[in-house]
């Protein structure tokens, strides 16, 4: 089984509805991360968390919104959704105790067409 | 923010070597990683370097020169596999724990 497990992998939505990305890990990592991938444009930060009562702005977060609702969960959440959120999403987690250097270790994606 | 420079691809021969470059520019450097990413799936860690200097793994080896704010990752014995994008990520002070990426490199790898 995956260590970072993001549901859906794939969402086909109609523009104005509400969708919820969930991510949850078993690597006991206290930092949490969404990222969008776009093509031509790499990955950019939406929203990150490095802690449960710790939520803070990517690069991208208008549109967006999150909830860290435990320590292994993470989810992201599109109120209104329009086609330019179409996108791959990736949840990502890492951990920066003294033996580590920040490695992101990522989910499987969840790809989310916006009509 | 960091500004990440990477060519957006190359093609390469079976069994040959591919150097892929990766200029930034950013302060309170703390680091540079790589990650492979093969169409449609996730990234996935290839290496890591905070000092100067070569890093070799395998058919992979990553270099790094701080004060050029430069990197590349060297592929060699290239294999049909290593088709993918390869992805450039300095760490900073300012993005601990939060990696920015470059727009990744598509190598492309011909029988």
């Known amino acids: 089984d995956a260590d970072v497990t993001q549901t859906p992998r794939n969402r086909i939505t109609k523009t104005g509805k509400r969708i919820m990305l969930e991510c949850s890990q078993t690597?006991?990592?206290?930092?949490m991360y969404w990222y969008r991938q776009d093509p031509g444009l790499g990955l950019r930060l939406i929203y990150y968390?490095?802690?449960?009562?710790?939520?803070n702005k990517g690069e991208i977060s208008d549109g967006y919104s999150v909830s860290r609702q435990a320590q292994a969960k993470f989810s992201l959440s599109l109120e209104s959704a329009i086609p330019n959120q179409t996108a791959l999403y990736f949840c990502?987690?890492?951990?920066?105790?003294?033996?580590?250097?920040?490695?992101?270790?990522f989910g499987e994606g969840s790809r989310l067409t916006v009509l | 923010g960091q500004n990440i420079d990477q060519p957006t691809e190359m093609t390469a021969t079976e069994g040959a070597i591919v150097q892929i470059n990766c200029t930034y520019q950013?302060?309170?450097?703390?680091?540079l990683f790589w990650y492979q990413q093969h169409a449609g799936e996730a990234p996935t860690f290839l290496s890591y370097?905070?000092?100067?200097g070569l890093e070799e793994k395998g058919r992979f080896s990553s270099f790094l020169s701080r004060s050029k704010g430069y990197s590349y990752l060297l592929l060699k014995e290239l294999q049909m596999k290593d088709s993918a994008s390869y992805l450039c990520a300095p760490m900073t002070t300012d993005s601990w724990g939060k990696l920015q990426f470059g727009a990744g490199t598509q190598v492309v790898v011909t029988p």
């Open positions: 370097n905070v000092l100067d």
């Open positions: 990502a987690t890492s951990d920066l105790g003294e033996a580590n250097t920040g490695e992101l270790f």
């Open positions: 950013t302060s309170g450097f703390n680091g």
């Open positions: 968390s490095f802690d449960v009562k710790d939520i």
């Open positions: 690597k006991g990592h206290d930092r």
